[in-house]
């Protein structure tokens, strides 16, 4: 235990310095020209040292809504509670995608390879006219998604789309699961195309409240 300690305290340590001179002693952060600590410069650090890339420009901006946010986050590290998850943690439970009912659910086939799913999707790329093949992971998409075909005006909100289907997909499921609720694709539909982008005008200015006239 005591050199796991002091292992632990070394690469702490090495985001800490101390200023010497004829002043007395202080704490001295590295990682910000102030010297002062802020949670962004840790997050960065820690980010940077992180072998893997981690689309956080993506999921954390001010366009949209915290909790939307916050649920992209769990799903790109793996950590909704899908019946996957839960398995590994040991319990013993049934698993099937209750989108779909058609194979097993974990959140990467839940928001992008779901059949069901899959339809907000292939609406989406084909108002643009664009082929698109869904990556195999959440956090492969949100690495990808660019939209080059896109105007500058409206990069901002083609940014916050694919957490809007994920949101949008994660509300359905949970009715599903939860609350008995039936299915309905036009359901579904209806809340990816004009429920998120009403609520994306608190946050844009000048926003779109459906895509069809966003990409008018």
Same mark, same amino acid.
């Given at each position: 235990?005591?050199?796991?300690?002091?292992?632990?305290?070394?690469?702490?340590?090495?985001?800490?310095?101390?200023?010497?001179?004829?002043?007395?002693?202080?704490?001295?952060?590295?990682?910000?020209?102030?010297?002062?600590?802020?949670?962004?410069?840790?997050?960065?650090?820690?980010?940077?040292?992180?072998?893997?890339?981690?689309?956080?420009?993506?999921?954390?901006?001010?366009?949209?809504?915290?909790?939307?946010?916050?649920?992209?986050?769990?799903?790109?590290?793996?950590?909704?509670?899908?019946?996957?998850?839960?398995?590994?943690?040991?319990? +013993?439970?049934?698993?099937?995608?209750?989108?779909?009912?058609?194979?097993?659910?974990?959140?990467?086939?839940?928001?992008?390879?779901?059949?069901?799913?899959?339809?907000?999707?292939?609406?989406?790329?084909?108002?643009?006219?664009?082929?698109? +093949?869904?990556?195999?992971?959440?956090?492969?998409?949100?690495?990808?998604?660019?939209?080059?075909?896109?105007?500058? &005006?409206?990069?901002?909100?083609?940014?916050?789309?694919?957490?809007?289907?994920?949101?949008?997909?994660?509300?359905?499921?949970?009715?599903?699961?939860?609350?008995?609720?039936?299915?309905?694709?036009?359901?579904? &539909?209806?809340?990816?195309?004009?429920?998120?982008?009403?609520?994306?005008?608190?946050?844009?200015?000048?926003?779109?409240?459906?895509?069809?006239?966003?990409?008018?």
């Amino acid at each position: 235990m005591i050199g796991r300690w002091r292992r632990r305290k070394d690469s702490w340590s090495g985001f800490m310095g101390r200023e010497c001179g004829n002043v007395d002693d202080m704490v001295f952060w590295t990682k910000t020209k102030s010297g002062k600590f802020l949670v962004k410069s840790l997050y960065l650090a820690l980010e940077a040292g992180c072998p893997s890339l981690f689309p956080s420009s993506c999921i954390w901006n001010v366009w949209v809504q915290p909790k939307i946010s916050f649920f992209a986050w769990e799903a790109t590290w793996g950590k909704a509670l899908t019946p996957d998850l839960i398995q590994k943690r040991g319990w +013993a439970l049934a698993n099937r995608c209750f989108m779909c009912l058609e194979k097993e659910e974990t959140i990467d086939r839940l928001l992008l390879h779901c059949t069901k799913t899959r339809v907000l999707w292939d609406l989406l790329f084909n108002l643009f006219g664009v082929s698109w +093949a869904p990556p195999s992971s959440v956090r492969e998409t949100l690495l990808s998604w660019h939209g080059s075909f896109v105007g500058k &005006k409206h990069k901002k909100v083609w940014r916050a789309t694919p957490l809007y289907i994920f949101w949008t997909v994660w509300k359905a499921r949970n009715r599903l699961t939860f609350k008995d609720d039936v299915l309905s694709i036009q359901r579904l &539909k209806y809340s990816f195309v004009l429920s998120p982008w009403s609520k994306a005008k608190l946050f844009i200015v000048d926003c779109p409240l459906t895509i069809v006239s966003f990409i008018d």
